[in-house]
């Protein structure tokens, strides 16, 4: 993953002082690492520790760890992490530093979700003998909610155990991204939801758990009925619209209400994906929209996108979206790639004009 996230440092940012390690990519600026949608983790600012004396290393660490947090504000909350690292396994930092890392062990006073505005204090060794400490803060992206570098879950990855009754294990890939997007059942609660390629039910699940009303449409059945499915259109999800006359709109939903979440996860080529999304956000259709694109279909018309490697491809894609959003300034977006997925990557996006308020659908 380094690799991948070295050559897109690289295309974006020719000038940007990137270096590849065993695991990790090492930047002297900032914004092109907290950009790159490969970036799992980021270790911020941080003030580094040399010993070869392991015991004077614990000491340096405590002593600086003691007073940095003794300066934080009053009530700060703050969450310790140990990043696994190629410099010293995560099991021998458990064995080696052990007492250490169990003195900063969370109070039971402190939640144990991260919220924005909290601090995060990682630990980090590129070296066995060379720790870094980094201390900041958790903050998400200003008007659309996502969850920006430093990401508040150990080494970035969002942990989830599976749940019994989801129609599909898709699910686990939207409650990811839920969770990156920080939108919640308070958000999301009778607010309208479009989901493109429904079946078998996945996406739709979680939607519903978290309190939206849902128009789906696919081919296919959903596997599953729930009240809050307003309508299922059995239809090409690549060529269906919004019913355009009063009567009908009404019938779904009010017709000054705009769509809140447009969602797809459909499986096809990225330029034909991207047409659809065109289609949707060029009228402003939605307040939000989570949009997957998938790396593994080919470019038969694109010589080049052919004979190029698999971060080569890769790279064009991104280019591709970046190259669509232009046409689309009121939105803004940001990409990622993350844990449950597969060979593909998802765009969250949101109108940068506050929608209006909407009401809520729900009896």
Same mark, same amino acid.
């Given at each position: 993953?380094?690799?991948?996230?070295?050559?897109?440092?690289?295309?974006?940012?020719?000038?940007?002082?990137?270096?590849?390690?065993?695991?990790?990519?090492?930047?002297?600026?900032?914004?092109?690492?907290?950009?790159?949608?490969?970036?799992?983790?980021?270790?911020?600012?941080?003030?580094?520790?040399?010993?070869? %004396?392991?015991?004077?290393?614990?000491?340096?660490?405590?002593?600086?760890?003691?007073?940095?947090?003794?300066?934080?504000?009053?009530?700060?909350?703050?969450?310790?992490?140990?990043?696994?690292?190629?410099?010293?396994?995560?099991?021998?930092?458990?064995?080696?530093?052990?007492?250490?890392?169990?003195?900063?062990?969370?109070?039971?006073?402190?939640?144990?979700?991260?919220?924005?505005?909290?601090?995060?204090?990682?630990?980090?060794? #590129?070296?066995?003998?060379?720790?870094?400490?980094?201390?900041?803060?958790?903050?998400?992206?200003?008007? =659309? =909610?996502?969850?920006?570098?430093?990401?508040?879950?150990?080494?970035?990855?969002?942990?989830?155990?599976?749940?019994?009754?989801?129609?599909?294990?898709?699910?686990?890939?939207?409650?990811?991204?839920?969770?990156?997007?920080?939108?919640?059942?308070?958000?999301?609660?009778?607010?309208?939801?479009?989901?493109? =390629?429904?079946?078998?039910?996945?996406?739709?699940?979680?939607?519903? #758990?978290?309190?939206?009303?849902?128009?789906?449409?696919?081919?296919?059945?959903?596997?599953?009925?729930?009240?809050?499915?307003?309508?299922?259109?059995?239809?090409?999800?690549?060529?269906?619209?919004?019913?355009? %006359?009063?009567?009908?709109?009404?019938?779904?939903?009010?017709?000054?209400?705009?769509?809140?979440?447009?969602?797809?996860?459909?499986?096809?080529?990225?330029?034909?994906?991207?047409?659809?999304?065109?289609?949707?956000?060029?009228?402003?259709?939605?307040?939000?929209?989570?949009?997957?694109?998938?790396?593994?279909?080919?470019?038969?018309?694109?010589?080049?996108?052919?004979?190029?490697?698999?971060?080569?491809?890769?790279?064009?894609?991104?280019?591709?979206?970046?190259?669509?959003?232009?046409?689309?300034?009121?939105? %803004?977006?940001?990409?990622?790639?993350?844990?449950?997925?597969?060979?593909?990557?998802?765009?969250?996006?949101?109108?940068?004009?506050?929608?209006?308020?909407?009401?809520?659908?729900?009896?």
């Amino acid at each position: 993953m380094e690799a991948m996230v070295l050559t897109q440092l690289k295309h974006d940012y020719p000038e940007s002082n990137c270096s590849a390690k065993k695991g990790w990519v090492e930047s002297q600026s900032e914004t092109p690492i907290t950009i790159c949608p490969w970036a799992h983790q980021q270790i911020k600012h941080f003030t580094e520790f040399k010993s070869k %004396d392991k015991a004077l290393l614990v000491s340096q660490l405590k002593a600086f760890l003691n007073t940095s947090i003794r300066n934080l504000p009053p009530k700060t909350v703050w969450h310790f992490q140990t990043v696994p690292s190629p410099g010293l396994p995560f099991q021998a930092t458990a064995s080696e530093f052990g007492k250490l890392l169990g003195f900063y062990k969370k109070p039971s006073k402190y939640p144990t979700v991260p919220k924005p505005g909290d601090v995060i204090i990682q630990l980090f060794f #590129k070296a066995a003998h060379t720790a870094c400490v980094s201390i900041a803060d958790l903050k998400v992206e200003e008007g =659309g =909610g996502w969850w920006v570098l430093p990401f508040p879950w150990q080494s970035g990855f969002v942990s989830m155990a599976k749940e019994k009754g989801p129609p599909a294990q898709s699910y686990m890939k939207l409650k990811e991204i839920l969770i990156r997007m920080n939108m919640d059942e308070k958000e999301l609660t009778g607010k309208l939801c479009v989901e493109l =390629g429904a079946a078998p039910g996945g996406w739709s699940w979680v939607f519903l #758990k978290n309190g939206c009303v849902m128009h789906t449409v696919d081919w296919a059945e959903l596997h599953f009925d729930h009240p809050n499915i307003l309508a299922h259109s059995i239809s090409d999800a690549k060529e269906w619209v919004l019913p355009n %006359d009063e009567k009908t709109k009404a019938h779904y939903y009010s017709p000054s209400t705009p769509v809140y979440l447009l969602s797809c996860d459909l499986s096809m080529p990225p330029p034909i994906s991207l047409d659809l999304l065109s289609s949707w956000i060029k009228t402003n259709t939605c307040a939000k929209f989570i949009w997957t694109i998938k790396f593994a279909y080919t470019n038969k018309e694109d010589e080049h996108y052919q004979k190029s490697s698999q971060e080569g491809r890769r790279i064009r894609v991104i280019s591709l979206i970046h190259k669509t959003m232009e046409d689309f300034p009121q939105y %803004d977006y940001t990409l990622r790639v993350l844990h449950y997925h597969g060979d593909e990557i998802v765009m969250f996006g949101f109108l940068r004009t506050s929608p209006p308020k909407l009401e809520s659908l729900c009896a």
